[in-house]
């Protein structure tokens, strides 16, 4: 069952030194609070997993949190590259950063592969593509039943799957809609799972098209207002563009991001 605490114990609690950490958003409520929180506590030796990594990612990626980035597309949304990504992969600053590269197809399916508690997934994806012979985790598999020639990729378990939502009630249950990508599956599919909030409420009123993640499937809830800013939180607030253009500058320059990373730390 969910237990509701600070974002900073939350942290403290599930993500550890070496995990492999999920933050999942598409768009729409990216866990940026609880990203910067990982950051101020100093992880390291991260395993990072994303459908689509953009600036939380790369500003774990230049703070040095992680080792290896598990993903499909990396970039600033409507703006361009990631440069602290770019920069660890191409000059190992600020430490080497190993990639595992992925189709969003692939990645999806690997998520429901490790919520339905199954070791792979099997698709179509792939074929035509040069990843499968960059990406160990990408294998042929033969159909049993018609001969056809398929592709099989491992199932994703994260140690830690770190959403946001809309809000969750006194008992832990969680409540998002809008735009909400492959969260649930992620939650679904992970060893430990923490939710950021935007509120805590007594009672979730039904919505249509919502999606509830029951309290026992959760480990931690953290009620942080704002939690997914500069992404959005549909019915809350929206997409602050301006700080995304503003990254492409901060990013760009270790000596800007340092300052910007020496603010976040404080």
Known sequence: MASITSLAEAVADLVHDGDQVALEG???LIPFAAGHEIIRQGRKGLTLVRMTPDLIYDQLIGAGCARKLIFSWGGN????????????VQHSWPVPLEIEEHSHAGMANRYVAGASGLPFAVLRGYTGTDLPRQTDTIKPITCPFTGETLTA????????????AQRADRKGNVQLWGITG????AVLAAKRSLVTVEEIV?????RPNAVTLPSWVVTRVAEVPQGAHP???????VRDNEYYKAWDGIGRDREEFQRWLEEVVR
């Open 202 to 206: 007594d009672e979730l009123e039904p």
């Open 182 to 185: 492959v969260q649930k599956e």
């Open 26 to 28: 598409f768009t729409h």
């Open 77 to 88: 949304p409507g703006v361009g590259s990631l440069h602290r990504f770019r920069d660890a």
């Open 153 to 164: 990729v491992p199932a994703l378990n994260p140690d830690v799957a770190i959403i946001h």
């Open 231 to 237: 992404s959005y939180a549909h019915d809350y607030y």
